[in-house]
C-alpha cells in the first residue's frame, strides 16, 4: 500500500531544474511599447496570472484591448497566432476602438518588415473582430459563473491564448457587504483562473481599480479589493502619472526586479512614450 501511494506521488514530480529551464520556453504577448515589453522581460507572461491597476484615464481598458488584438499576431511574424476572451463587468469595450488598433497592428507589421509576400494570412482588421470573444457580464455571480464556464469554452476552443477581465474589481465593490465572504469567493476564483492559465499555456491578465488606503497617519492611493487579494495574481503591474506622461511599474513579480518603465496611448494603440506625451482621452 506505501509503494503504491509513493509511485502516485512520483508521477507528478518534477525537478526544480526542469522548473527553472521552463522560463526559456514562456510564450509572451508583445504590449507594443519596447520600453514596457523590455521591463516585462519580453511582454506579457503565459501560464500566469498578470493584474494591471490604475487611476481611471491611465489606459488600462486601453492596454486591455491592446493584448487581446496582439495576441493574434500570426506565429511568423513573431507572435501567437491566438485569440482572445474578453470579460467586461463595466461596459468599457469599444469594438471600434479594437478595430483601429488593429489596423494600426497590421501596418506596424507592414513598415517593420516583417511582412512577407510568400506568406499569405489573413490581416484584415475585421478578422480581429471576429477573434476575440466577448462577454459582457453584470453582477457577480454572471462573473463567477462565467470564469467557472471558461474549461469549457477553452476546451473548445484551444486557440484562446490570452483571458482579459475589464475590470476583475467593479462588481465585487458594488456587491459585496460581507467582506469574509468576498474574500473567500475572490480567491476561489483567483485559483480557478490560475488553473485555466496553467492549464491551457495562455495569459490572464485582470485590469484593477484604485482605492483609498490609511496608511502610517494619511491616505494613499492602492489597487482595490484588498491585502489578501494582493497575493493572488502573479505579476502585479501599477500605472500612474508622472506629471504628464504614463508609466507603468513592476509591484510585484517572482522573476523580474521592480522597474518602471514610459508609455503613451495613442489613436495607434499602446506605444512608446513621446516627449510631448498631453494627458488626452483616446475616443
Not at 491597476?53 to 500570426?74: M, S
Not at 474589481?169 to 468576498?182: G, I, K, M, S
Not at 487579494?229 to 503591474?237: E, F, G, K, L, Q
Request: glycine share 8%; charged share 20%; with cysteine.
Amino acid at each position: 500500500m506505501e509503494v503504491s501511494s509513493s509511485k502516485s506521488y512520483s508521477v507528478g514530480a518534477r525537478t526544480a531544474w526542469d522548473m527553472f529551464h521552463e522560463d526559456d520556453f514562456f510564450t509572451r504577448i508583445t504590449t507594443s511599447c519596447a520600453d514596457m515589453d523590455n521591463m516585462l522581460g519580453g511582454g506579457i507572461n503565459c501560464k500566469e496570472i498578470t493584474e494591471i491597476g490604475g487611476v481611471p484615464g491611465i489606459g488600462k481598458t486601453q492596454l486591455g484591448i491592446q493584448l487581446a488584438v496582439n495576441v493574434q499576431i500570426p506565429l511568423d511574424y513573431g507572435g501567437l497566432g491566438g485569440k482572445a476572451i474578453y470579460i467586461d463587468t463595466e461596459g468599457s469595450f469599444m469594438p471600434e476602438r479594437a478595430l483601429q488598433i488593429a489596423q494600426a497592428c497590421i501596418e506596424d507589421i507592414e513598415t517593420n518588415g516583417f511582412y512577407r509576400k510568400d506568406f499569405h494570412v489573413n490581416m484584415e482588421p475585421t478578422s480581429f473582430l471576429e477573434n476575440i470573444f466577448y462577454f459582457r457580464v453584470c453582477s457577480y455571480t454572471e462573473q463567477i459563473a462565467l470564469i467557472n464556464y471558461l474549461d469549457k469554452f477553452i476546451s473548445d476552443h484551444q486557440d484562446v491564448k490570452v483571458v482579459i477581465v475589464d475590470s476583475v474589481t467593479f462588481h465585487f465593490r458594488q456587491d459585496f457587504d460581507d467582506l469574509a465572504r468576498r474574500t473567500r469567493v475572490l480567491g476561489g476564483m483567483a485559483l480557478k483562473l490560475m488553473k485555466l492559465a496553467k492549464q491551457f499555456s495562455l495569459a490572464v491578465v485582470l485590469l484593477n481599480q484604485v482605492t483609498m488606503k490609511y496608511t502610517e497617519g494619511s491616505f494613499q492611493l492602492t489597487l482595490a479589493l484588498g491585502d489578501s487579494w494582493s497575493h493572488a495574481c502573479t505579476n502585479r503591474i501599477i500605472l500612474y502619472w508622472n506629471g504628464n506622461e504614463r508609466y507603468a511599474y513592476i509591484d510585484k513579480s517572482p522573476s523580474l526586479p521592480s522597474a518602471s518603465a514610459p508609455y503613451s496611448v495613442t489613436a495607434k494603440g499602446i506605444r512608446n512614450s513621446a516627449s510631448n506625451c498631453k494627458r488626452v482621452k483616446m475616443m
